[in-house]
């Protein structure tokens, strides 16, 4: 199932009609413009010629059948195949260190093989897809703005060979997605990535009784929590209780053993600090989780337990 750049929204809403309906499993290839709708083609198209009501399109939605509210969607992302060229921007004003730029600038740069020409820099291609999400449940959000729902999250981590869970707030689901880059560093500072059209290949499964907190990736090493909020302190404080909350319920877990634990093990990323609401993940190894799973729920923290006796009797 091809779902076309013919049909493309600016705000995830449960009131959106779908491009098209899937069952669980099926193959979908979504079509997406760039950032900017495709209309920053030259070095001379540069911010102040953009049409911002028509930034950060989203391809779809695609109802996901069988879909209810409650469950989890996993979108499992097969292939990202990109344009020849893409565009970065600046300009007064936008990202992190907007208050110093003089002057709006765009750069277009070319993908050869694995590889981005940007200016006398050849940097390594590094796809993934800027947004992604369902439908929330209440109020539309629109697509360049983050949240539980998914949305402009910037993450580098969602990108080919990686699995993502995103929640069902409306039956159906209702997957978009877009902004596509060929290569961003974490945090996006400027705010913009190599913008570039392409599409993703990718299928859904739809997950019944899930405790997975999403949005949650998992890659071929780690998995993934990620949150969005208003700075980027309080998405890494719900990202890592996210995360933890996890632990506990799904390994029975101890509060303070498992914070110990992401304390020792997890890493903290920025993934965006320039969209509406920042973004923020935190990593953990597989391998960790694999020893999770070994451990008896009654020697969880034999240490911690102590302690706590020990407090108690004082």
Known sequence: MRITTDHVIFEMNPTNQPAAQVKPGERLVFETLDCFSNTVKRPEDVVSSIDFSKVNPATGPVFIEGAEVGDVLKVTIHEINLADYGAIITAPGLGVLGHEVQQEETVICQVVGDEVKYRDFSLPLRKMIGVIGTA?????????????????????????????????????????????????GDGEVVGAGLEIPGEVHLDVEVIKNSHIPTPFVETEDKYIAIASADTIDHAVERATKNLTSFIQQEYQQTFNSTIMLLSLAANVAVSQAVNPQKTARIELSKQVFDHLKEIPAENVSPVMSELDDHVAEI
Request: net charge negative; hydrophobic share 35%.
């Open 136 to 184: 929330p449940a209440g109020e539309g959000i629109n697509t360049g703005t983050p949240g539980d729902h998914g949305g402009n999250m910037d993450t580098t981590a969602i990108t080919e060979g990686a699995t993502l869970y995103l929640p069902v707030n409306v039956d159906g689901a209702l997957l978009a997605l877009g902004d596509l880059h060929a290569t961003m």
